[in-house]
């Protein structure tokens, strides 16, 4: 049905419409920090223009990183993949390095942490009940 | 930072209630480049419905993106105070695009 196939496309064209003032929204506020600490003034078209190639470069991105995890078959892209995205500028190589260790050890900190709340937990557990507390954690 | 964030958000989510209420979403969810947001981007241009992000490499993505917007900024106004210009254009911005494109 060619009216159903229209109406998709009007809705991909619309979540991309979205997607697209997300990110300059984003953009916007980091060019904002960026325009106070160097006392510089960006034009409202400048932004447009660096939201508009970070979505495009996310494209890009996005593509490169499916090819790479698809290349090590793997369904799941890793920060293996991500690292060979930040390849061509030794710089950024290792600052990206760098912070996939720190993210790695935030994370693994935040996993100790939640399994000796829930080992803390299962002790407490019927305490928990009886009381009608619930805990949650963001 | 956080107040004119805020207020931001508030003319944006006002303008973005006509959408879809996940459009909202994305921008409540900003940190740097939020995730919800980095990950809505990657999945919406991957060939394969299967292929999915590890936790730690979108929170790296998030950071790759974020120095990216970042560099393009610094190095568009590092070019417009070698031009002695009053306000970052896009001609400073365009001088510095091919390198910017080459080291990423």
């Known amino acids: ?48 223009a660096i939201s508009e190639l970070t979505f495009r470069q996310c494209e890009n991105f996005a593509k490169d990183l499916e090819m790479f995890a698809r290349h090590a078959r793997r ?28 993210i790695a050890q935030i994370n693994v900190e935040r ?16 305490e928990l009940a009886e009381a009608g507390v619930v805990e949650s954690e963001k | 930072m956080l107040g004119p964030a805020v207020r931001c958000c508030d003319t ?44 730690d490499s979108l929170q790296l993505m998030a950071e790759l993106l974020k120095i990216f917007v970042v560099e393009a900024a610094v190095r568009a106004v590092r070019q417009a105070q070698a031009e002695d210009a009053i306000l970052v254009d896009v001609d400073q911005l365009e001088k510095v695009l091919p390198q910017l494109l080459l080291d990423f």
């Not at chain 1, 061509?88 to 190589?93: A, I, Q, Y």
């Not at chain 1, 996993?111 to 019927?126: C, I, L, M, T, Y």
């Not at chain 2, 999945?43 to 936790?55: I, L, N, W």
């Open chain 1, 75 to 102: 369904t799941t892209i890793n920060t293996e993949d991500v690292k060979l995205l930040a390849r061509r500028s030794n710089s950024l190589l290792k600052y990206i390095t760098d912070k996939s260790e720190e």
């Open chain 2, 12 to 55: 944006f989510t006002s303008r973005a209630s006509g959408f879809h209420p996940s459009a909202a979403l994305l921008v409540t969810y900003w940190t740097a480049l939020g995730e919800e947001l980095v990950s809505r981007l990657l999945h919406a241009h991957f060939k394969d419905d299967k292929t999915k992000v590890s936790g």
């Open chain 1, 1 to 48: 049905m060619e009216e159903e196939a229209e109406a998709e496309e009007q809705q991909r064209f619309s979540y991309q419409q979205r997607l697209k003032a997300a990110v300059h929204y984003t953009v916007g506020c980091l060019c904002e920090e960026v325009a106070l600490d160097k006392e510089m003034q960006f034009s409202k078209q400048t932004i447009a």
């Open chain 1, 111 to 126: 996993k100790a942490r939640k399994k000796k709340k829930s080992e803390d937990g299962n002790h407490n557990s019927r």
